[in-house]
């Protein structure tokens, strides 16, 4: 996604001296066809390239492609940052605590997420950070902006949480890390998709935000009759914003149109 390709493109300007540590490894762009054609998969055999790690040399294209990233790049580094956005239409904000808790939580996001599946469990088999999992790394995913919305201040957060691992790990002065804000870890996160088609009209608080029981998160309506459709509600007792459409966006139905994470059993810190 773009968003991930700025915060790329600003780190590897910010140490583009070397002025570092160790050894910086960046992979602004994996997947070429995919980014000319602006989608998930790649137009060449309609593959979602993060869904066939570690690919296959023999196999498809977007396979080969992948088996390529897994034998240059992931196996051969030591820690690995996983940039993700919302795409096009959704924003998202927050990130996975993984393999290394402390890591996670250094990048400075406030609502983390611990998934229940087991690292080792067929959760992770086909994407990236499951190869990394499986080796051992200490790996941190990132889900972070996108949508039709100004990225400028998710690009700053983006490479501000680089420079905040980069710290924690020693490879830079210390004095450079933000300390993180008061963070919430959520163990249970609903996606809630329209069952409808029309234009979905956002009434939710901004990520990062507790949310009340049933609460209103937006509406979808037809753009032909203004016929209010669909209405989409909070589903739990207390919710914290994770991904939402911040302008009105066209939708179809299974799209993803929120995703909200469950507090009553969030984790505060």
């Given at each position: 996604m773009a968003m991930s390709r700025r915060i790329i493109h600003k780190v590897a300007q910010r140490f583009a001296d070397g002025n570092f540590k160790g050894r910086l490894l960046l992979l602004p762009v994996a997947n070429p066809p995919a980014l000319e054609a602006n989608s998930r998969n790649t137009p060449i055999?309609?593959?979602?390239?993060?869904?066939?790690?570690?690919?296959?040399?023999?196999?498809?294209?977007?396979?080969?492609l992948a088996a390529a990233i897994t034998e240059s790049f992931l196996n051969v580094i030591d820690v690995y940052i996983d940039f993700h956005a919302g795409g096009d239409l959704a924003t998202v904000d927050y990130i996975y605590i993984l393999n290394d808790e402390a890591l996670s939580r250094s990048f400075g996001s406030k609502v983390h997420y611990r998934p229940?599946?087991?690292?080792?469990?067929?959760?992770?088999?086909?994407?990236?950070?499951?190869?990394?999992?499986?080796?051992?790394?200490?790996?941190?995913?990132?889900?972070?902006?996108?949508?039709?919305i100004d990225q400028s201040h998710y690009v700053e957060r983006g490479v501000q949480g680089v420079i905040n691992i980069m710290s924690q790990l020693d490879l830079i002065d210390s004095g450079q890390?933000?300390?993180?804000?008061?963070?919430?870890?959520?163990?249970?996160?609903?996606?809630?998709?329209?069952?409808?088609?029309?234009?979905?009209?956002?009434?939710?608080?901004p990520l990062g935000e507790v949310v009340g029981n049933d609460a209103i998160l937006g509406r979808v309506i037809s753009p032909y009759t203004h016929e209010e459709l669909e209405v989409i509600r909070n589903p739990f007792e207390r919710g914290v914003m994770?991904?939402?459409h911040q302008d009105a966006t066209v939708m179809f139905p299974g799209c993803y149109g929120y995703m909200i994470g469950n507090m009553p059993t969030a984790e505060a810190s």
């Open positions: 055999d309609d593959v979602n390239m993060n869904r066939v790690f570690p690919g296959n040399a023999d196999g498809w294209f977007t396979e080969q229940k599946a087991d690292l080792s469990g067929t959760y992770y088999r086909g994407i990236s950070c499951g190869i990394t999992l499986e080796r051992g790394i200490p790996t941190v995913g990132v889900e972070l902006g996108g949508g039709r890390q933000q300390a993180p804000p008061g963070q919430i870890v959520v163990n249970e996160i609903a996606i809630i998709r329209p069952h409808h088609g029309g234009l979905m009209i956002n009434e939710a608080p994770i991904l939402a």
